[in-house]
């Protein structure tokens, strides 16, 4: 399992801003190389969860996720559209029915 030291070290953790950090951006390569080691320079743009570089991610992900968002939206609100549609039909249809029962007494 990876996890925080792996990245920002033990004793050596230090801002991203500062440029002994494992994670600043001079060094990140060179951290993420130390398993990942065919790692190239676009490697580190990949923008980690918690990382404010993550917004230099390739912007075709920030599309991905506003399309995701409108597309998740737009079919919440068809399937209550939807339902609220069939509440109404079947109230029409109850509504039908007693009124034909009644006619025939
Ligand atoms: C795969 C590598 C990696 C792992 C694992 C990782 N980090 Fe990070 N972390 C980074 C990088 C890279 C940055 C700097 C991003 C940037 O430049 O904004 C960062 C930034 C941060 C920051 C922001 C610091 C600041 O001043 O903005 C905090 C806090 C942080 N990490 C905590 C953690 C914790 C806690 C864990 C474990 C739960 C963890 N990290 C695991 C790579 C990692
Ligand atoms: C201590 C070893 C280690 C370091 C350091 C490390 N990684 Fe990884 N990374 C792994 C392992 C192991 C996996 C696959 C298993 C997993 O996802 O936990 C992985 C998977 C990934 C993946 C695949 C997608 C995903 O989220 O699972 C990406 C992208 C990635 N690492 C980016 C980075 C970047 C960027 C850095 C440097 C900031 C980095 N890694 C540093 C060990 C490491």
Redesign the pocket.
Known sequence: M???Y???GIHTIQ???NPFST?N?AN?LE??QQCHPDAGSRF?GVG?A????AGKSPPILSWFNRIYFVLILAMLGFLVFYILLDVLKRRQEKKELLRQVLAEK
């Open positions: 990876v996890t925080c792996d990245c920002h801002r991203p801003d994670v951006s990140l951290t993420c580190t980690l918690h990382s404010r570089s």
